[in-house]
Protein backbone atom coordinates (compact mmCIF):
# COMPACT_ATOMS: atom_id res chain seq x y z
CA UNK A 1 0.00 0.00 0.00
CA UNK A 2 1.07 3.71 -0.95
CA UNK A 3 1.13 5.43 2.14
CA UNK A 4 2.68 9.06 3.40
CA UNK A 5 3.15 9.55 7.11
CA UNK A 6 4.54 13.20 8.35
CA UNK A 7 5.64 13.84 11.78
CA UNK A 8 7.68 16.62 13.40
CA UNK A 9 4.54 19.11 13.98
CA UNK A 10 3.76 21.11 17.24
CA UNK A 11 3.97 24.19 18.61
CA UNK A 12 6.44 26.75 18.46
CA UNK A 13 7.77 30.55 19.29
CA UNK A 14 7.83 32.85 16.74
CA UNK A 15 11.40 33.28 15.05
CA UNK A 16 12.02 29.61 16.20
CA UNK A 17 12.67 26.38 13.72
CA UNK A 18 10.71 22.96 13.12
CA UNK A 19 11.49 20.27 10.91
CA UNK A 20 8.92 17.90 9.36
CA UNK A 21 9.57 14.72 8.03
CA UNK A 22 7.30 12.72 5.60
CA UNK A 23 8.05 8.75 5.77
CA UNK A 24 7.10 7.09 2.59
CA UNK A 25 6.31 3.63 1.54
CA UNK A 26 4.79 1.04 -1.26
CA UNK A 27 6.57 2.75 -4.31
CA UNK A 28 9.62 3.21 -5.24
CA UNK A 29 10.45 6.57 -3.62
CA UNK A 30 13.22 8.28 -5.63
CA UNK A 31 11.23 8.28 -9.12
CA UNK A 32 8.70 10.68 -7.45
CA UNK A 33 8.74 14.08 -6.86
CA UNK A 34 7.34 15.34 -4.06
CA UNK A 35 5.80 18.13 -2.29
CA UNK A 36 4.57 20.04 1.02
CA UNK A 37 1.37 21.14 0.94
CA UNK A 38 -0.26 23.27 3.64
CA UNK A 39 -3.71 24.70 4.81
CA UNK A 40 -4.07 27.18 7.31
CA UNK A 41 -7.23 26.60 10.18
CA UNK A 42 -10.82 27.08 7.81
CA UNK A 43 -8.54 28.15 5.08
CA UNK A 44 -7.50 26.69 1.71
CA UNK A 45 -4.99 24.87 -0.07
CA UNK A 46 -1.38 26.51 -0.24
CA UNK A 47 1.10 24.94 -2.05
CA UNK A 48 4.37 25.17 -0.18
CA UNK A 49 7.32 23.73 -1.99
CA UNK A 50 8.16 20.76 -4.14
CA UNK A 51 11.68 18.92 -5.05
CA UNK A 52 12.37 16.37 -8.28
CA UNK A 53 13.52 12.82 -7.47
CA UNK A 54 16.66 13.16 -7.68
CA UNK A 55 16.54 16.71 -5.78
CA UNK A 56 18.02 18.51 -9.05
CA UNK A 57 14.88 20.79 -8.87
CA UNK A 58 13.25 22.89 -6.56
CA UNK A 59 10.61 25.41 -5.75
CA UNK A 60 9.18 27.32 -3.14
CA UNK A 61 6.13 29.49 -2.59
CA UNK A 62 7.31 33.21 -2.22
CA UNK A 63 6.57 34.00 1.47
CA UNK A 64 8.74 30.63 2.57
CA UNK A 65 11.89 31.83 0.34
CA UNK A 66 15.00 32.16 2.83
CA UNK A 67 13.23 30.59 5.44
CA UNK A 68 12.35 27.08 4.38
CA UNK A 69 14.59 24.34 2.77
CA UNK A 70 12.72 20.96 1.14
CA UNK A 71 14.95 17.79 1.02
CA UNK A 72 15.05 14.65 0.90
CA UNK A 73 16.75 11.13 1.69
CA UNK A 74 16.40 8.52 -1.02
CA UNK A 75 17.96 5.74 0.93
CA UNK A 76 15.65 6.57 3.87
CA UNK A 77 12.33 6.85 1.51
CA UNK A 78 11.82 10.32 3.67
CA UNK A 79 11.14 13.82 3.01
CA UNK A 80 11.81 16.91 5.20
CA UNK A 81 11.07 20.59 5.90
CA UNK A 82 13.21 22.73 7.14
CA UNK A 83 11.47 25.56 8.77
CA UNK A 84 13.25 28.76 10.30
CA UNK A 85 12.06 32.30 11.72
CA UNK A 86 8.73 30.73 11.94
CA UNK A 87 5.99 33.27 12.15
CA UNK A 88 2.24 32.84 13.23
CA UNK A 89 1.16 32.88 9.33
CA UNK A 90 3.13 29.34 9.26
CA UNK A 91 0.27 28.05 11.45
CA UNK A 92 -1.18 25.11 9.45
CA UNK A 93 -1.77 21.82 8.70
CA UNK A 94 1.26 20.52 6.33
CA UNK A 95 0.84 17.50 4.08
CA UNK A 96 3.28 15.92 1.91
CA UNK A 97 1.78 15.09 -1.24
CA UNK A 98 3.66 12.67 -4.05
CA UNK A 99 3.44 13.40 -7.72
CA UNK A 100 1.49 11.07 -10.24
CA UNK A 101 3.99 10.03 -12.80
CA UNK A 102 7.21 8.81 -12.40
CA UNK A 103 10.47 11.72 -13.58
CA UNK A 104 7.79 14.01 -13.17
CA UNK A 105 7.21 17.08 -11.45
CA UNK A 106 4.25 18.61 -12.86
CA UNK A 107 1.43 16.21 -12.72
CA UNK A 108 -1.41 16.20 -10.16
CA UNK A 109 -1.06 14.95 -6.46
CA UNK A 110 -1.84 11.68 -6.24
CA UNK A 111 -1.57 10.44 -2.83
CA UNK A 112 -1.74 12.54 0.59
CA UNK A 113 -0.26 12.04 4.38
CA UNK A 114 -2.82 12.66 7.16
CA UNK A 115 -0.35 15.88 7.32
CA UNK A 116 1.07 16.96 10.57
CA UNK A 117 -0.05 20.40 12.63
CA UNK A 118 2.20 23.58 12.62
CA UNK A 119 1.60 26.25 15.50
CA UNK A 120 3.51 28.90 15.22
CA UNK A 121 2.25 31.01 19.15
CA UNK A 122 4.01 32.73 21.80
CA UNK B 1 1.50 33.68 -6.81
CA UNK B 2 -1.36 35.13 -6.74
CA UNK B 3 -4.12 32.46 -5.46
CA UNK B 4 -6.38 31.27 -8.78
CA UNK B 5 -9.76 32.24 -8.67
CA UNK B 6 -12.65 29.99 -7.96
CA UNK B 7 -16.37 30.76 -7.16
CA UNK B 8 -16.96 30.28 -3.19
CA UNK B 9 -19.94 27.97 -3.53
CA UNK B 10 -22.04 26.23 -6.41
CA UNK B 11 -24.89 23.73 -5.54
CA UNK B 12 -26.77 21.66 -7.42
CA UNK B 13 -29.58 19.14 -7.08
CA UNK B 14 -28.95 15.50 -7.09
CA UNK B 15 -28.63 14.19 -10.60
CA UNK B 16 -28.05 17.59 -12.00
CA UNK B 17 -24.64 18.66 -13.60
CA UNK B 18 -22.32 22.10 -12.05
CA UNK B 19 -19.37 23.20 -12.93
CA UNK B 20 -16.64 25.19 -11.35
CA UNK B 21 -14.54 27.24 -12.83
CA UNK B 22 -10.93 28.47 -12.12
CA UNK B 23 -9.28 31.68 -13.52
CA UNK B 24 -5.92 31.92 -13.55
CA UNK B 25 -3.24 33.89 -15.91
CA UNK B 26 -1.33 33.43 -19.26
CA UNK B 27 1.75 32.20 -16.29
CA UNK B 28 -0.21 29.69 -14.75
CA UNK B 29 -3.36 28.28 -16.23
CA UNK B 30 -2.86 29.59 -19.41
CA UNK B 31 0.82 28.51 -19.93
CA UNK B 32 0.71 25.06 -19.38
CA UNK B 33 -1.21 22.36 -19.90
CA UNK B 34 -0.95 20.82 -15.53
CA UNK B 35 -4.33 22.03 -13.93
CA UNK B 36 -5.06 19.09 -11.60
CA UNK B 37 -8.56 19.71 -9.34
CA UNK B 38 -8.57 18.23 -5.69
CA UNK B 39 -11.97 17.07 -3.64
CA UNK B 40 -11.67 17.37 0.45
CA UNK B 41 -14.48 16.29 2.27
CA UNK B 42 -14.08 18.06 5.96
CA UNK B 43 -11.18 16.75 7.92
CA UNK B 44 -10.04 14.50 5.41
CA UNK B 45 -6.68 14.89 2.96
CA UNK B 46 -7.46 16.18 -0.28
CA UNK B 47 -8.22 13.79 -3.23
CA UNK B 48 -7.03 13.58 -6.68
CA UNK B 49 -10.02 13.97 -9.32
CA UNK B 50 -8.62 15.13 -12.35
CA UNK B 51 -4.71 16.16 -13.74
CA UNK B 52 -3.20 16.87 -16.99
CA UNK B 53 -6.14 19.36 -17.27
CA UNK B 54 -8.68 16.43 -18.13
CA UNK B 55 -6.97 12.91 -16.97
CA UNK B 56 -9.14 10.79 -14.57
CA UNK B 57 -6.94 9.12 -12.26
CA UNK B 58 -7.93 5.19 -11.72
CA UNK B 59 -10.88 5.06 -9.38
CA UNK B 60 -12.44 8.07 -10.14
CA UNK B 61 -15.79 8.48 -11.33
CA UNK B 62 -16.64 9.20 -14.86
CA UNK B 63 -18.76 12.08 -13.84
CA UNK B 64 -15.94 14.04 -13.25
CA UNK B 65 -14.29 15.85 -16.34
CA UNK B 66 -12.04 18.61 -16.57
CA UNK B 67 -11.37 20.94 -19.19
CA UNK B 68 -8.95 24.46 -20.15
CA UNK B 69 -9.65 27.34 -22.51
CA UNK B 70 -7.38 29.88 -22.32
CA UNK B 71 -6.65 31.22 -18.39
CA UNK B 72 -9.87 29.09 -17.17
CA UNK B 73 -10.10 25.96 -16.38
CA UNK B 74 -13.49 24.19 -15.21
CA UNK B 75 -14.04 20.97 -13.11
CA UNK B 76 -17.83 19.44 -14.08
CA UNK B 77 -19.96 17.07 -11.83
CA UNK B 78 -22.04 15.13 -14.38
CA UNK B 79 -24.76 13.25 -12.37
CA UNK B 80 -24.16 14.83 -9.14
CA UNK B 81 -24.29 12.54 -5.80
CA UNK B 82 -24.65 12.89 -2.39
CA UNK B 83 -21.54 12.58 -1.91
CA UNK B 84 -19.69 14.87 -4.27
CA UNK B 85 -20.55 17.43 -1.58
CA UNK B 86 -17.36 18.46 -0.81
CA UNK B 87 -14.73 21.01 -1.41
CA UNK B 88 -13.02 21.32 -4.86
CA UNK B 89 -9.47 22.73 -5.56
CA UNK B 90 -7.89 23.62 -8.79
CA UNK B 91 -4.23 23.57 -9.05
CA UNK B 92 -1.88 25.04 -11.73
CA UNK B 93 1.42 24.78 -12.43
CA UNK B 94 3.03 28.48 -12.21
CA UNK B 95 6.61 27.85 -13.98
CA UNK B 96 10.25 27.74 -12.22
CA UNK B 97 9.17 24.63 -10.66
CA UNK B 98 6.09 26.18 -8.55
CA UNK B 99 2.51 25.76 -7.97
CA UNK B 100 0.04 27.79 -7.52
CA UNK B 101 -4.06 26.60 -6.01
CA UNK B 102 -7.14 28.38 -5.94
CA UNK B 103 -9.32 29.86 -3.47
CA UNK B 104 -11.70 26.69 -3.35
CA UNK B 105 -15.52 25.92 -3.70
CA UNK B 106 -17.89 24.81 -1.68
CA UNK B 107 -20.05 22.22 -4.05
CA UNK B 108 -23.54 21.46 -2.33
CA UNK B 109 -25.96 18.92 -2.96
CA UNK B 110 -29.37 20.21 -2.42
Known amino acids: EVQLVESGGGLVQPGRSLRLSCAAS????????MHWVRQAPGKGLEWVSG????????GYVDSVKGRFTISRDNAKNSLYLQMNSLRAEDTALYYC???????????????WGQGTTVTVSS | QSALTQPRSVSGSPGQSVTISCTGT?????????VSWYQQHPDKAPKLMIY???KRPSGVPGRFSGSKSGNSASLTISGLQAEDEADYYC??????????FGTGTKVTVL
Open chain 2, 91 to 100: CSYAGSYTYV
Open chain 2, 26 to 34: SSDVGGYNY
Open chain 1, 26 to 33: GFTFDDYA
Open chain 2, 52 to 54: DVS
Open chain 1, 51 to 58: ISGNSGNI
Open chain 1, 97 to 111: AKIVGAGGFVDGMDV
